[in-house]
């Protein structure tokens, strides 16, 4: 059982180019979130999935965008790197929006 | 939305000391608030949580206190071991927002031995 998985670990990438972080969970959970953590401002969610097949914006949606491939599995997609996406992002994972939990996170630079 | 607000941004204490972090919110609608922790390089680990239909909850050497009239809630620590250093994060969900929680900025806390 490895609860929430991420994949990559780092990533540096230039402006402009696109990458897309991985994220599968085995609990079995239908609800499943994107993070990004920025120094002293916390966790803030850039979208969620409700449920198998829906998906809707958080806190800081614009420049991203998601994909529930399958109950287990949610990626991120930046289309366009830009530096102010430099951040650590976590996937999580809940059932009937409780406990949250959270992967080890995609520490991403972008130059 | 909702807007939650943690202080302090750092806390230092002596191990057997306490520690208290507080975080207000803004939404009366709030009623589930977890504490998480976070070790250096490592994802958020949920410690605890309190609904709104309870005051106080404690699990060993911690405990959360929840006052919704003033809309506050805090997470005290007794008998501070070096362990317990880490990123403390408190946070706030709404009823109808399938589980998107709002987070506070974080506090760090250290414990001297």
């Known amino acids: 059982n490895a609860g929430v998985t991420q994949t990559p670990k780092f990533q540096v990438l230039k402006t402009g180019q696109s990458m897309t972080l991985q994220c599968a969970q085995d609990?079995?959970?239908?609800?499943m979130y994107w993070y990004r953590q920025d120094p002293g401002m916390g966790l803030r969610l850039i979208y969620y999935s409700a449920s198998e097949g829906t998906t809707d914006k958080g806190e800081v949606p614009n420049g991203y965008n998601v994909s529930r491939l399958n109950k287990r599995e949610f990626s991120l997609r930046l289309e366009s790197a830009a530096p102010s996406q430099t951040s650590v992002y976590f996937c999580?994972?809940?059932?009937?929006?409780?406990?949250?939990?959270f992967g080890p996170g995609t520490r991403l630079t972008v130059l | 939305g909702e807007n939650v607000e943690q202080h302090p941004s750092t806390l230092s204490v002596q191990e057997g000391d306490s520690a208290v972090i507080k975080c207000t919110y803004s939404d009366s609608a709030s009623n589930y608030f977890p504490w998480y922790k976070q070790e250096l390089g490592k994802g958020p680990q949920l410690i605890i949580d309190?609904?709104?239909?309870?005051g106080e909850k404690k699990d060993q050497r911690i405990a959360v206190t929840l006052n919704k009239t003033a809309k506050h809630f805090s997470l005290h620590i007794t008998e501070t071991q070096p362990e317990d250093s880490a990123v403390y994060f408190c946070a706030a969900r709404t009823g109808a927002s399938y589980g998107k929680l709002t987070f506070g900025q974080g506090t760090i806390l250290t414990v001297h031995p």
């Open positions: 609990m079995n959970h239908n609800s």
């Open positions: 309190i609904r709104s239909n309870v």
């Open positions: 999580a994972s809940s059932e009937a929006g409780d406990t949250q939990y």
